[in-house]
């Protein structure tokens, strides 16, 4: 039997970050990650596209990335969860970039800001054509980094 406050399932950005979270909040909880596999086997992984997150507000601003959302979407988005998730897009990308995440720059030495999809603007942070193997990669080492103190890893082999 596990004794854990906090089971998470899955080793994808969403549970690593929300186990990052939750052990900053609550340091003395054990927090106990559920995977399928491997520490680091997960959707998240396997992505290469970027992330879309408004940069260049010179040219470029939430409510220009808002709208190409809701204009791809086709009626598909509720458009109050778009607003929050790109207004809140540079903060979580200050935290992937404290936590380690190296994303492509160019010669300047600024974010490197490609464009895709329905986007009007560069503003696709990337790294190569793997940003979410660079991305679990970060958060990994961040929950390793934790893993003496509050984590438990335990790996669910399913067949």
């Not at 997150?53 to 458009?79: A, M, P, R, W, Y």
């Not at 190296?102 to 940003?131: A, M, P, Y």
């Amino acid at each position: 039997m596990i004794q854990t406050d906090y089971l998470i399932i899955g080793s994808g950005v969403a549970g690593l970050t929300f186990a990052i979270k939750i052990a900053t909040k609550f340091p003395n909880k054990k927090i106990t990650i559920v995977t399928k596999s491997s520490e680091d086997e997960s959707n998240t992984k396997y992505a290469q596209g970027g992330i879309a997150i408004v940069q260049n507000k010179l040219d470029d601003n939430f409510e220009k990335h808002i709208d190409d959302t809701l204009v791809c979407g086709d009626g598909l988005c509720d458009k109050d969860i778009v607003s929050m998730v790109i207004t809140d897009g540079p903060k979580r990308l200050k935290e992937l970039i404290d936590w380690g995440t190296r994303f492509d720059q160019n010669e300047e030495g600024t974010l490197d800001l490609g464009r895709e999809g329905g986007h009007s603007k560069n503003r696709i942070v990337h790294h190569k054509d793997q940003t979410g193997y660079e991305i679990e990669r970060a958060i990994l080492k961040q929950v390793i980094r934790k893993t003496t103190l509050r984590f438990l890893i335990f790996i669910l082999h399913l067949n």
